[in-house]
């Protein structure tokens, strides 16, 4: 039977593992629009949709490069899962 330890372990782990996988692509998207937001601070250039293409090409082009890494954590959490649910917790 599982008992509340398990449980807080899953979701830790759970947690963990969404935070490593989405963190590429929210530090690229951060990193972008910090310095799109500097450059149009300084040139006094207020386009809204300016900020959008450039967050979003960063955000595709980490996610790409990161895929791997994502994907192994990905696995890692399943297969933690995977071997408790077989061994019955």
């Not at 899953?10 to 969404?18: E, R, S």
């Not at 959490?77 to 071997?83: D, G, L, P, Q, R």
Request: proline content about 3%.
């Amino acid at each position: 039977a599982m008992n509340e330890a398990d449980a807080l372990d899953m979701v830790q782990a759970a947690i963990w593992t969404v935070l490593a996988a989405s963190g590429p692509a929210v530090l690229a998207a951060m990193i972008v629009g910090v310095t799109v937001a500097l450059l149009q601070a300084l040139t006094q250039v207020q386009e809204i949709t300016l900020t959008f293409v450039p967050k979003i090409l960063a955000v595709f082009a980490a996610v790409a490069i990161s895929a791997p890494f994502i994907g192994s954590q990905i696995s890692i959490f399943t297969n933690m899962i995977f071997s408790r649910v077989q061994s019955g917790f």
